[in-house]
């Protein structure tokens, strides 16, 4: 792999651009506090923004490196930051890593994480050369499935009852997808 980091990326509708400390209020306000928005993640929703805030340093600095792949999307005609889009476990050997995303409820449905997630794979598989990229999802997130299903990315199984919800405590199967290289082209 050739790894360039998160350069700013451009589709019709967004920018997906590097994380700055100073998108907290928004990033807080529109998403990280929404229990809605969280209830598949591994995390529950911040309960203040200086939380947002001290995570976002961090991944304002982790972002400064070429092997690190973490995206801010903006509504690019509003300039209104809407969501997040992170590869995971960015392995070099097996050249493969892992999406995660998320998206402010108020702009669910649009089919801006579809659009964002089919630059981000132009990106990694044509630019930087990635082999494999993984996505998971609890069974039941319907709409994730729909966007990993609509970005190529390929069922390979079910883990059964795999995560505990953090907000509720109850046990979810986890959906395992994946595309190749040969997939994509
Ligand atoms: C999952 C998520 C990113 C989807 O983003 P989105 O921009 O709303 O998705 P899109 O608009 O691109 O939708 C893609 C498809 O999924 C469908 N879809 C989206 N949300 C849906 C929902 N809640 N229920 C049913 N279908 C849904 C859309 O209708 C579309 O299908 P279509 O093209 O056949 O009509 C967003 O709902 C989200 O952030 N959820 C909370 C965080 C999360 O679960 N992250 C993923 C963890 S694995």
């Not at 097996?94 to 108020?106: P, V």
């Not at 059964?160 to 509720?168: D, E, V």
């Amino acid at each position: 792999m050739q790894h360039k980091g998160t350069k700013n990326l451009e589709t019709e509708r967004l920018l997906l651009r590097p994380w700055k400390e100073s998108d907290a209020e928004a990033a807080f306000a529109h998403w990280m506090n929404d229990p809605n928005v969280t209830k598949y993640l591994t995390w529950t929703p911040h309960k203040e923004v200086a939380v947002t805030r001290a995570l976002l340093k961090t991944w304002e600095e982790e972002g400064r490196a070429t092997n690190c792949y973490h995206w801010a999307i903006v509504l690019k005609d509003k300039e209104v930051l809407i969501g997040d889009l992170n590869i995971l476990q960015v392995d070099d050997w097996n050249e493969r890593g892992e999406i995660g995303y998320c998206l402010g409820k108020a702009w669910w449905g649009n089919g801006y994480m579809t659009e964002a997630l089919r630059e981000v794979l132009r990106y990694l598989f044509e630019e930087i050369g990635f082999y494999r990229l993984n996505g998971c999802h609890a069974s039941e997130n319907v709409g994730s499935s729909r966007v990993m299903e609509k970005c190529g990315l390929i069922y390979e199984g079910t883990r059964r009852k795999f995560m505990r919800l953090p907000s509720t405590g109850e046990r979810v199967d986890i959906v395992v997808r994946g595309i190749l290289r040969e997939d994509y082209f």
